[in-house]
């Protein structure tokens, strides 16, 4: 089968509404399932990842939190970040999860993806899932920390149920942006840098270490267009004790699930021209 043809699979049976819905999940944990054999077969990767987030509540927050030059109200300046480097820790592991997709173009794993019937969506979703459970795992141990620090948090089950799905979305948002600029650039080294242009600004240019507020007009209009910011907005209202959403929890987790689902069906759409 030559790569043109792949990139068209055989058509499949005609399927009712509800076997189609259980056919795409049951491709889509297909996939979710071999990411998960990657971080079993790697789980020391896991912890290397956490490494960053704990210098940033460790030692950055400390040192700001001591100079009181972030007006962040009623919450220590510990408690103000910690949701914001739970955020980035899942964005730093996302956004670069693309590089795994062009090994994989590399070894010749996605032609063989192309060639079967799976729903291209399903293709992307699962890995979108598998980058969520890394997220997960910065989760759990930001909120260990969180907890080491004495840092006044909901503990309920309601509100860590919500953490969690507000880290599953996000995971699966920055992943899937990750997959379409893998796509488009092909190339590790290109990826590479542009995954290295966007961090960043994507962090900054959010409400994960200061209140928007203090942001100059022109970078507070820009932060409203930046997911990172609802799920920080999220995270925030969820993690610390009689914190309340800027912009509402409903609003903020239905916006990550839109933005989600728009990237999955871009990423669907363009998977085929990975392989040409």
């Given at each position: 089968?030559?790569?043109a043809?792949s ?9 009712g ?5 259980a056919?795409?999940?049951?491709k ?6 071999m ?18 987030p ?24 510990i ?29 010749g ?8 019937p ?16 890394r ?18 948090a ?5 509100s860590l ?8 979305l996000?995971a699966?948002?920055f992943?899937?942006?990750s997959?379409?600029i ?20 994507l ?6 270490i200061?209140?928007?507020?203090m942001?100059p007009g ?32 409903a ?16 990423a ?9």
């Open positions: 089968m030559t790569f043809e990139a068209n699979p055989p058509a499949i049976t005609s399927r509404p509800l076997a189609s819905f056919y795409f999940w049951s889509t944990f297909n996939i979710f399932e990411e998960l054999r990657k971080i079993r077969h790697d789980p020391f990767n896991l912890l290397t990842r956490a490494i960053q704990l210098l940033w509540l460790l030692i950055f927050g400390q040192v700001l939190a001591g100079a009181r030059g972030i007006p962040t109200g009623e919450y220590s300046y408690e103000f970040m910690a949701p914001g480097i739970l955020a980035q820790s899942v964005l730093f592991v996302a956004i670069f999860y693309g590089l795994a997709l062009i090994w994989e173009r590399d070894l794993i996605i032609h063989k993806f192309l060639a079967s799976a729903p291209r969506a399903a293709l992307v979703l699962g890995k979108g899932l598998g980058a969520s459970i997220g997960c795992s910065q989760a759990a141990i930001v909120m260990l920390t969180i907890y080491l620090l004495g840092i006044h909901n503990w309920n089950l309601l149920l919500g953490v969690f799905v507000t880290v599953i996000g699966i948002v992943a899937t942006l997959l379409i893998a796509i488009w650039m092909k190339e590790r080294e290109r990826f590479m840098g542009v995954g290295q242009v966007l961090t960043m600004p962090f900054f240019a959010s409400n994960a200061y209140p928007i507020e942001m022109w970078l507070q209009n820009i932060s409203l267009y930046n997911p990172l910011t609802y799920m920080v907005d999220a995270l925030r209202s969820l993690i610390l004790v009689g914190a309340q959403s800027q912009f509402g929890l609003f903020d987790l239905g916006l990550l699930a839109l933005i989600a689902a728009i990237l999955i069906a871009i669907a759409k363009i998977y085929p021209s990975f392989i040409t």
